[in-house]
């Protein structure tokens, strides 16, 4: 992957299971070295979460989507990572509109 072109953004939403808020914050503080590795290698550049009540909104810059999540799928890093978070979250809650493709409309300039 190139890091030389502009990344996409990408908006995802999820749901945390009822009383798993601490969980999931404490799990976040420090992820394993070797997912660091597996996002960067396939493309993430920034990847932010924000919690309001058990809503995860997740804010990543990324190479390529659909790429990043191809070359994730069978990386044992993400795998372990994914069952380890997946214990957390509501997987009841409908995800079938979670991930969009966000342009830029606006931005507040930075002033110097």
Known sequence: ???G??????ALRTRLKPGQEATYE???AVI???LDTALRRAGVR???IWRSGLDLFHFVEVDDFDTMKAALADDPADIEWQIRINRL???DYDQSETSTT??????LPVKE
């Open 102 to 107: 966000l342009g830029l409309v606006w931005e």
């Open 89 to 91: 979250l509501d997987t």
């Open 5 to 10: 072109s502009a990344p996409q953004s990408v």
């Open 32 to 34: 394993p070295p070797e």
């Open 26 to 28: 404490s799990v976040h």
């Open 1 to 3: 992957m190139t890091h």
């Open 46 to 48: 920034t990847w932010r």
